[in-house]
């Protein structure tokens, strides 16, 4: 059985908008700003941005960094009653990850309509997997949305 933890409007701000100040340090280092955050039992146990032009590798997405995080600071790889908040809607890879490590829930911030894969390009929650997080978009959107657009206006003038 699941653990669930209720969040109120105060505490769903909080944590995201930890995981958007992460988002903030990938913007400042060029790299597509998202962050994450991971929640266990009220405490943040791990924080991460994306990293993949810095480090120079395809599997340093923030939700993916913050996921390796918390298993070494939990000491396991079943993060089942974790929440990850996020600010951009995982892609496929993120998604799987959340699968995988059992995340009990995923808030996410804007939605990703090219890559998001819990609803926004497709649904991995409409597969017969052994779990499935619950999810939950839509936290703090417009401040994640703006983001990601100012982002992506810098890089077009710079180019």
Not at 93 to 112: H, K, S, T
Not at 139 to 155: D, N, P, V
């Amino acid at each position: 059985m699941r653990e669930f933890r209720e969040y109120g409007e105060k505490e769903l701000s909080f944590y995201m908008g930890e995981a958007y100040r992460e988002a903030e340090i990938a913007f400042g280092l060029g790299e597509v700003p998202v962050g994450a955050v991971i929640v266990w039992d009220g405490e943040i146990v791990a924080r991460a941005h994306n990293m993949r032009e810095t480090g120079k590798n395809a599997l340093c997405h923030a939700e993916l960094s913050a996921i390796d995080e918390a298993c070494r600071q939990l000491n396991g790889w079943r993060l089942h009653k974790a929440d990850l908040f996020v600010t951009l809607e995982p892609c496929i890879m993120c998604a799987g990850a959340c699968i995988n490590a059992r995340i009990n829930r995923v808030y996410y911030g804007a939605p990703d309509k090219r890559y998001g894969c819990f609803g926004g390009f497709t649904d991995l929650r409409e597969k017969e997997f052994n779990h499935l997080p619950l999810v939950y978009g839509g936290i703090m959107e417009e401040e994640c949305a703006k983001l990601m657009k100012r982002f992506f206006e810098k890089l077009r003038i710079k180019n």
